[in-house]
Every structure is written in C-alpha cells, then in structure tokens.
C-alpha cells in the first residue's frame, strides 16, 4: 500500500476509534432490541418479524451516527483530562494523531446528520429521542456534570437509556410507560457498569481532578451503592414482567440479575480494585444479554 494510502488508513481507524465504537455497538443493540419488543404494544396485528427493513436499517445508521458523533465531541472536550489518564491517553486527540478541531467537526457533523435523517426517514419521537441523547452525553454530562458533581454518571447514565427509547419510538412513534421503563434498565445498569471500572482508575480520576463516586467517598461506599443499585435493579427488571415483557425475558432478567447481584455482594466483602475489575466484566455483558432477552421474547412470542 502506498504511504498515503497508509496514511489515509490510519487516519480511518483513528476516526473510527474516536467514536467509541464498542460502546456505539452495545448502544445500537439496545435500540434495535427495543424497536422489536414495541412490535407487540404498538396496537397493530404486526410482529417483530414484521418490521420493515428500511426502518431498521435507518435506525441502525441513525443510533449509530449520532453516538459516534456524540463519542466524538466528548473526547474533543476531554482531550486534556485524557491526556492526564493511563487509560485515556493514547487517544487519537492527546497522542496527537488527530487534531483536536477536526474531531470536533467531525462529531458535530456527525450529530446534525443523524437527526437531520431520523427527522426525515423515521418519526419525530425517535428523532427527539437521538437528540435528547446527544443532549443528555454532551451537554448535561460531558460539559456540566463530569467534572463537577459526584453523581454524573448517574445523571448522565440518562443518555445511554435514550438510545433504547428511540428504537421504542421508531416502532410507536410515542413515548409509552413501557418504553420509558424498558428504556431505564440502562439507567439503571450504568452505575454498576462504571463505578466497577472507577474503583480501578480512581487514582487516574484523581489525578484529573474528574470528582468519580471512588474518588470522593472511597471504595467501600462506592461498593455499598453498587450492590444496593443490583438490589434495586432486580426486582425493576422483574417488574417488567408484569408489564407485559415475556417469560424469557423474565428468565434471563432473574438469572443475570442474580449472578450480577453476587459479585457486586463479594465486591462489598472485597472493595479492591482486583475484585472490582471482576466485577466490571460481570457487569458488561449484563446489558447486552437482558436486551437480546426482551427481542426474542418479541420474536419467539409470535412465532409459536
Ligand atoms: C454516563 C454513563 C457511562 C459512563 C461514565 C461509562 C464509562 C465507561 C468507561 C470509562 C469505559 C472504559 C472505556 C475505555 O477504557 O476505553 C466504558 C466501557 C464501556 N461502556 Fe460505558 N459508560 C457509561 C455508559 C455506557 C452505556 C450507556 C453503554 C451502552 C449502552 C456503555 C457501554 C460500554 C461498553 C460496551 C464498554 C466496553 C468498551 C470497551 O471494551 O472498550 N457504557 N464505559
Ligand atoms: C441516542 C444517543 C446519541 C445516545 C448517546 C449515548 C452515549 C454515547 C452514551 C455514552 C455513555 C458513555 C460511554 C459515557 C462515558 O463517557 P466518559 O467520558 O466518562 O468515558 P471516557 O473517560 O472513557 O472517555
């Protein structure tokens, strides 16, 4: 390959890698999974099996487009706190591979397009939804709350839950309770997901003055909160059940439920980063299996 040819390639990956695209992935898999399970409360004899392809596809690039975008101007923002973690540092922004103003461009325009398509090819709740998320990230969280309050992620966890309401509003066009609250297992789920990880890098967080639960009140208050959050989560994501999610769903909220629920029970007995790692990867896989629960639940529900 030719060195522009290289260049060019690397720039690719690095605009790629901007985007947080792992995150995206998990963030477009709670959208379609929700499209598919409001199949059966939208008031119409259609199935999930019945959905148009256009439609998922349009959600698929439009959840995708505006998280990138979104991911993208968050680490425009944070390039100098990045630069002053581990973790963080070897960034496209703070290692230099990127310059800083074209990333942002790059998120803004990345941002205007995903609602600009929504608006014209899926409904104005889903595209309300999309903006309310790239809202939620980039303004409540990234810009007022991260480095300024000790709940921000709970806040801010809000953002990740509008990915999954605006793959609800792509099938209903509205905003219903069940939406809502399929929509908050995520909310619900991010505090864990995160406050494990921050236990690991409190000292970076530290170090970039960014005020993480770990930072300010320490690793057994913060494993206190993540093990009353898994008792609150259960017994929510049960709840469900009686609102009209299907028994495998139930099944597979229980089982996850439980096993997440006992490491962040042994994390309590063990407040270490060691264990805390653990926890995190117990943690992760949590949220994808959950929501590929409530799209076979809508799938197989009609299927026998
Ligand atoms: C405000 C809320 C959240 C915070 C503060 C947060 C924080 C983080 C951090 C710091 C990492 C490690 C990333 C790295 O080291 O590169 C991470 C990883 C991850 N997060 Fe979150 N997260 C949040 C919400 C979400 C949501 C809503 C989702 C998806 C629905 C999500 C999915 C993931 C995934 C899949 C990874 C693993 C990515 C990888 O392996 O590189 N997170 N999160
Ligand atoms: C519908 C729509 C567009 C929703 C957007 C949802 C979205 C992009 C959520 C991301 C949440 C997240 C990964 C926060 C971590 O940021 P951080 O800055 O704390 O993580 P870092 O330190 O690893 O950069």
Not at 105 to 114: H, R, T
Not at 243 to 261: D, E, K, N
Not at 270 to 282: D, I, Q
Request: proline share 4%; net charge positive.
């Amino acid at each position: 390959m030719s060195l522009s040819g290289r260049l060019e390639s690397s720039a690719i990956k690095d605009y790629i890698e901007v985007s947080k695209p792992r995150i995206v992935i998990v963030l477009v898999i709670t959208a379609v999974t929700s499209m598919l399970a409001a199949t059966r409360f939208d008031g119409t004899p259609n199935s999930a099996w019945d959905i148009s392809f256009w439609k998922l596809s349009l959600l698929i690039i439009c959840g995708s487009l505006s998280s990138m975008g979104a991911s993208a101007i968050n680490q425009f923002y944070d390039r100098n706190i990045d630069n002053l973690m581990t973790r963080t540092s070897k960034r496209p922004i703070p290692s230099g591979r990127l310059k800083a103003n074209n990333v942002l461009i790059y998120g803004l325009a990345l941002c205007v397009a995903s609602v600009t398509l929504a608006w014209f090819t899926l409904n104005p709740m889903a595209t309300f939804m999309i903006a309310l998320g790239i809202f939620f990230y980039v303004v409540i969280y990234t810009l007022l709350l991260k480095r300024r309050n000790v709940w921000n992620i709970v806040i801010g966890g809000f953002a990740g839950s509008a990915a999954s309401m605006a793959g609800w509003a792509t099938t209903t066009n509205s905003m219903d309770l069940l939406g809502f609250l399929v929509g908050w297992l995520v909310f619900m789920w991010t505090p864990p997901h995160f406050w494990c990880l921050a236990i690991k890098t409190k000292e970076e967080y530290s170090k970039a003055n960014v005020p993480m639960l770990p930072v300010v009140y320490g690793d057994k208050v913060t494993a206190k909160y993540i093990f009353i959050n898994s008792l609150i989560l259960i017994p929510y994501s049960i709840s469900l059940y009686f609102f009209g999610l299907g028994i495998l769903y139930l099944v597979v909220a229980v089982v996850s439920g439980t096993l997440m629920a006992i490491y962040h029970y042994k994390l309590l007995q063990n407040p270490n980063p060691e264990f805390a790692w653990k926890a995190y990867k117990v943690t992760a896989p949590y949220l994808v299996v959950i929501f590929i629960g409530i799209a076979l639940d809508s799938l197989w529900y009609f299927r026998f």
